[in-house]
């Protein structure tokens, strides 16, 4: 009977499930930004009128913030919708592209596992970038995947207008398409590739263009400005705190010129902003292990502070109103940037053993989890040898190839009992762990 039950699950319930567990929480806080989400706000507010101070970030996803604000007013809703709703539109792509990998079971219970990850929900959750971009860069996968291959082209370029972490998607392309057809080995037509490439960067450049020669992005030296900390580090000022500077009379930058094409723009996002700025080299950060890559895959406890967001402290209820006794309790809110450890580190390992115990047999899904956690992972691995600072965040585009890895991996269990119980005990163990760090502090009654 609960098999039966089961079996009619589909999609639709992991989304509903989850768009539910994010309707609980987006309203929390209302009056104040979380992270990076007061960055954002400021920054669409000047897209709003047609303003950009700050070339050295990628502006497309202002536009859809930008047009809820428009709509529904400048509040909490209107900076978090596009978020949760991407995020909804991320877990169905996903399930797609799952789909043509594995069983239509397996990639629900992947995409159920996805839903649970509390750096996902997060992103899905509060306004910022990298969700939206999550959802872009899947959608060429699935384009791609559909043999819709200029189309899956023109997504990419568009996401490249998003956030410059698009290029990971990129690599997977190239990288799955180099391994499937192996170039080394037989001849074939070089000029789908260099074509794919072609319309990737003509679609980013011709919208880039669009927005520069429309919003003429405004060049400061520096761009970004820092400051000395007590401690004697260099750290960047942020963006809203420098309005609020700028607004009594402090002067931090200097208006050297305006944006008028799409290469001057590349070289100021490049040369002046966040890739080479070193106010975010890891000698001018306060770390702790979470700010190194290696540290992801590893079964440590995040440090509280390196990771807190913010909070609502819960509060008691006892009032009368209308002659009527009000008694209750308003829950506690606490937003914690911590990852899912239990699936991070199993699902990455698992993964990784899944791809080495089946990578002979040269399957299409060996390929597609593989390749994923490469081409998403293995450059902040890199990265970190530069000195660049890293955040457990930047970990949201493996996870997704890892719950499907880790699925596959339990699914080459023989014994239906044993691959059902392993099932359970992953899922009670993610879920566990999301419920811990859900913001909605459910367990404090």
Not at 100 to 119: H, P, V, Y
Not at 129 to 136: E, K, P
Not at 406 to 418: F, G, N, S, T, Y
Request: hydrophobic share 50%.
């Amino acid at each position: 009977m609960w098999s039966e039950q089961l079996n009619k699950v589909g999609i639709s319930h992991i989304i509903l499930m989850s768009l539910v567990l994010h309707v609980f929480v987006i309203a929390q806080p209302q009056n104040f930004q979380l992270w990076d989400e007061s960055i954002f706000l400021e920054l669409t507010r000047n897209f709003i009128k047609m303003e950009d101070h700050t070339p050295y970030q990628l502006p497309g996803s202002y536009l859809f913030a930008g047009t809820a604000i428009t709509i529904f007013g400048d509040n909490w809703f209107s900076w978090r919708a596009p978020s949760v709703i991407f995020g909804m539109l991320t877990l169905l792509v996903f399930y797609k592209i799952s789909c043509r990998f594995t069983t239509e079971k397996n990639a629900l219970f992947a995409t159920l596992i996805l839903s649970f990850d509390t750096i996902f929900f997060i992103h899905s959750t509060l306004f910022v970038r990298d969700v939206i971009v999550m959802f872009f860069g899947m959608l060429s996968l699935y384009l791609y995947f559909s043999k819709k291959y200029y189309l899956a082209a023109v997504v990419l370029g568009f996401s490249f207008f998003i956030k410059e972490t698009t290029v990971f998607f990129l690599m997977f392309l190239m990288m799955f398409y180099l391994v499937k057809n192996k170039p080394w080995k037989n001849r074939f037509v070089k000029k789908k590739p260099i074509l794919f490439l072609a319309v990737v960067s003509g679609t980013f450049l011709a919208i880039l263009w669009m927005y520069d020669v429309s919003f003429n992005p405004v060049i400061y030296d520096p761009m970004i400005p820092t400051q000395k900390s007590v401690d004697g580090r260099d750290i960047p000022i942020a963006y809203p705190e420098l309005r609020l500077r700028e607004s009594r009379g402090y002067v931090h930058q200097t208006e050297v010129g305006v944006v008028t094409n799409p290469i001057q723009h590349l070289d100021i996002f490049l040369n002046s902003g966040y890739v080479s700025s070193d106010a975010y080299k890891i000698k001018n950060w306060n770390v702790v292990h979470t700010n190194y890559p290696w540290s992801w895959i590893l079964p440590l406890t995040p440090p509280e502070k390196g990771n807190s967001l913010g909070w609502v402290n819960e509060k008691n209820l006892n009032f009368t109103e209308d002659r009527t006794r009000q008694i209750g309790k308003v829950f506690a809110i606490k937003w914690n940037g911590d990852p899912n450890v239990p699936l991070w580190v199993i699902g990455f390992w698992g993964s990784i053993v899944f791809v080495l115990y089946s990578i002979k047999k040269q399957n299409q899904s060996t390929l597609f989890v593989g390749i994923g956690m490469i081409s998403m992972y293995v450059p902040y691995l890199l990265l970190s040898i530069t000195g660049r600072v890293m955040f457990p965040y930047y970990f949201i585009y493996t996870v997704p190839f890892v719950s499907l890895g880790i699925v596959l991996l339990i699914d080459v269990i023989k014994q239906k009992r044993l691959r059902t119980f392993s099932n359970l005990i992953l899922l009670g163990i993610v879920v566990w762990w999301f419920v811990l760090h859900y913001p909605l502090q459910i367990l404090t009654l």
